[in-house]
């Protein structure tokens, strides 16, 4: 299963993080982008990957792992 993160600097300042989970047979792709300050990378990755979860990854993951992730 296609799982990708990828994160670099916008500006000196702000973080650019994009993250993508995709069904084995790649029908379905979920990818999303956030920006926020270098002051809390990890929050930004959170926050990223709960907007991935919400858009339909926690289905995609859910199938291939045989169990719900929340």
Known sequence: ??????????????????????????GRVIKQELRADLSDPEGLGVRLAEKILAEGGGEILSEVYGHSLE
Do not use: E, K
């Open 1 to 26: 299963m296609p799982i990708a993160g990828f994160a670099r600097l916008a500006d000196p300042d702000t973080l650019q993080m994009t993250g993508l989970v995709a069904s084995v047979d790649g």
